[in-house]
């Protein structure tokens, strides 16, 4: 397990699960510096089915530094409502593939990974080396068109330290994200909500579930990081509403 080869190996066979049966779970052990020092792993999980499952995304730092910013109780109702729907959200755009993902407040400037299942039945996830990159979920809808387009990264990583969403728990209701596409155009999502939802009771309706208007879900893992369990207890998802286009 000395080798990041190795590590990724071990990684990619015990931690990636199978979505289409386990659907809405969460599946991670952690290979990390904990009790055996010699691993230097990261670890980041994503879990998707078309019939729906809880993304999982943690990526290991020494358990003694500062956690991942977590949403504020303000921007975490119940249930996220949603905006009454104008006319860009309701027709959306036809189907290209995103580029890039900007969220000004939170400093975020990433390229965007296509992701897609692997034979074995498992999403992939961003190489271990690119925990900067977002991942887009491409057998869902894409960023602008008509339902829930589902983009995930690593909140953080032993290497790197804070990674490429680090601080999704800080967007409140309100802001903006902007997400380029390969069309060459950009695209707007108003942030609606921000949740934190434990990993046993992830949405899964609500995150790959069918909508009417052009929605965006972005993810990553969140909490404090439990050293016995090996993992995050959250995710922290944003759910955000798409407000306008232009060509870049």
Known sequence: MGDEATNETAQRGTLYGRPRRHAGR???????????A?????ALVGIVALTGAGMIGAALTDPS???????????????V???????????????????????????VRANILALGVRDDGTVDV???????????????????EVGNAV???????????????????ELLPGDMIQVTRADRSEVSFR???????PKDAFPTE???????????RVITCGGIFNEQAGSYPDNVIVFATLVGSRQT
């Open 81 to 107: 409502a949603q905006p009454a729907p104008g006319a860009s959200s309701r027709t959306g755009l036809p189907a290209s593939a995103p580029t890039t993902i900007s969220i000004t407040r939170i400093g």
């Open 26 to 36: 969460r599946l991670l052990r952690r290979h990390g510096r904990g009790r055996v």
């Open 206 to 216: 609500l995150v790959y579930g069918p909508s009417d208007t052009a929605s965006l």
């Open 126 to 144: 961003p190489p271990l080396d690119q925990a900067m990159d977002a991942g887009w979920y491409k057998l869902g809808v894409s960023p602008g």
């Open 151 to 169: 983009i995930m990264g690593h909140v953080d990583s032993v290497k790197i330290g804070p990674a490429v969403f680090f601080r999704l728990g």
């Open 191 to 197: 942030v609606d909500g921000v949740r934190s939802y």
């Open 65 to 79: 530094s500062q956690p991942p910013p977590q949403p504020p109780a303000a921007a975490a109702p119940a249930t």
């Open 38 to 42: 010699a691993t230097l792993a990261v």
